[in-house]
């Protein structure tokens, strides 16, 4: 199962999973937009439904999950990956744009969690996996809303992870770096080692099937991120400022 289907990551992994055989339950809310990757899936022989559903409403992706467990069997991996970017300045702040962010980066992925997790501790198998990003680290600028959602993301599904430790149920968290998706495609400001969507599909599925914990990538960024976590908040914030990734 995955959210956030019909674009950009979401789209790269139903297409590369579906292509090493997996049977795929296909969410996102334009549902017409699934229906072609859909039948793109089923000309090349492999498996998946779509089903049309915003994942700020629990009982639709609920009722999703369900539809996607009678027509396909039990879900094995539900990837948690819907999600919108936002360019935020302080000055501006709307505190509704912040409230949709939340709703679909954090609680759309808890819903998410909800819909598949009871029959998988039942089952005493599967594997929850987060899409969450490097940009929840620590803040950067014009970006408090998503920073905020991705920080809280990582650490909701790290804290799942150490609940389910002995169940059966093991829990990945991605922090991506920039790739090349709708979502980047209107951004003019510098993205340091922006990759391709093919590139960024890969390493993802490749931590999915190894069952890592966390996996974050591309290492060059990775390594830089880390290294702020330790800086001190004035050395951090002077680095921060210069290194704007929103125009
Ligand atoms: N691209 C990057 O550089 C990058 C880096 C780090 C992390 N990420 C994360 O990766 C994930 C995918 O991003 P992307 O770059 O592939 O973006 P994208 O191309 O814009 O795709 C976003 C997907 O989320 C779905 N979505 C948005 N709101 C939804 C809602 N309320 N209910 C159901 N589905 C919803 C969209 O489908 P509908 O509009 O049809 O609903 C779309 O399929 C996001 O969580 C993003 O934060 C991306």
Request: aromatic fraction near 6%; glycine fraction near 10%.
């Amino acid at each position: 199962m995955i959210t956030g289907a019909s674009s950009g990551i979401g789209k790269g992994l139903a297409l590369q999973i579906a292509a090493r055989g997996g049977r795929l339950g296909l969410i996102a809310r334009r549902e017409e937009v699934l229906q072609e990757i859909v039948a793109e899936i089923k000309a090349k022989n492999g498996t998946a439904i779509a089903v049309g559903a915003d994942v700020c409403d629990a009982a639709a992706v609920q009722t999703a999950a369900d539809r996607i467990r009678s027509e396909l069997g039990p879900i094995d991996i539900m990837i948690a990956n819907a999600g919108i970017g936002v360019t935020d300045h302080a000055a501006n702040l709307d505190p509704n744009k912040v409230t949709e962010v939340m709703s679909i980066n954090v609680l759309g992925a808890v819903n998410s969690a909800a819909a598949v997790l009871h029959e998988m501790v039942e089952r005493g198998s599967g594997q929850l996996v987060a899409i969450s990003s490097l940009a929840g680290y620590r803040g950067l600028a014009k970006s408090a809303a998503y920073c905020a959602s991705k920080a809280a993301l990582s650490s909701f599904f790290e804290s799942l992870r150490i609940d389910l430790r002995r169940s059966g149920v093991t829990v990945t968290v991605i922090y991506p770096g920039f790739i090349k998706t709708p979502l980047t495609a209107g951004r003019h400001a510098k993205m340091p080692f922006l990759m391709e969507l093919d590139d960024g599909v890969q390493k993802i599925l490749t931590a999915i099937e190894k069952g890592k914990r966390s996996y974050a990538f591309p290492w060059q960024l990775a390594t830089v991120v880390r290294a702020g976590l330790i800086m001190p908040a004035s050395m951090y914030d002077w680095i921060a400022e210069r290194n704007s990734f929103r125009e």
